[in-house]
């Protein structure tokens, strides 16, 4: 079992940026794939960007160039760092893992608002 907590989500201007960040324990070493998702109200949850384990990484066009996965093995942490945030971009922010079995686990989602 994997148990995932996220952090870092808030309130920012548009064109601002924020950190969030996902820290993994549990089975670590089971781990394939982690990402983020995200879900807006009245929106059904999409998904923001993953990470292999491997370091490959996948962005939907949506994302791409303004976002970045990332992680640090040695905390068991994935980031997200989000740049030229829109107010499209307001939702709950989760964190996802795979593992080699396919068992899927999510953390319990941070909200991020864009606004001015």
């Known amino acids: 079992q994997v148990q995932l907590v996220e952090s870092g989500g808030g309130l920012v201007q548009p064109g601002g940026s924020l950190r969030l960040s996902c820290a993994a324990s549990g089975i670590i070493a089971s781990i394939s794939t982690m990402g983020w998702y995200r879900q807006a109200p009245g929106k059904e949850r999409e998904f923001v960007a993953i990470?292999?384990?491997?370091?490959?990484?996948t962005y939907p066009e949506s994302v791409k160039g303004r976002f970045t996965i990332s992680r640090d093995n040695a905390k068991n942490t994935v980031y997200l760092q989000m740049n030229s945030l829109k107010p499209e971009d307001t939702a709950i922010y989760y964190c996802?893992?795979?593992?080699?079995?396919?068992?899927?686990?999510w953390g319990q989602g941070t909200q991020v608002t864009v606004s001015s």
């Open positions: 996802h893992s795979r593992d080699f079995w396919g068992v899927e686990n």
């Open positions: 990470i292999t384990s491997g370091d490959l990484t």
